[in-house]
């Protein structure tokens, strides 16, 4: 899996919005989607390299395309 390290939780939720994603519900974690794929993202600081490269996979984003959006 790929590392995407030291992303800050409102970084992430703002790349995945410039990706087509939107905000769906707010909690412990933020929930979005894009009408087919739904994503979670943790609200802590900074994501763990692991899951933000999974959360970037799941949305469909190579690690370079997920970079350029930040």
């Not at 933020?30 to 600081?45: A, C, K, Y």
């Amino acid at each position: 899996m790929p590392k995407i390290p030291g992303v800050n939780h409102l970084d992430a939720i703002k790349a995945l919005e410039k990706a087509g994603f939107r905000i769906l519900r707010q909690g412990k974690h933020v929930v979005m989607s894009d009408g087919t794929r739904i994503l979670t993202i943790p609200r802590h600081n900074p994501v763990n390299a692991f899951t933000m490269g999974g959360i970037a996979r799941d949305a469909g984003l190579s690690v370079e395309e997920f970079k350029k959006l930040l």
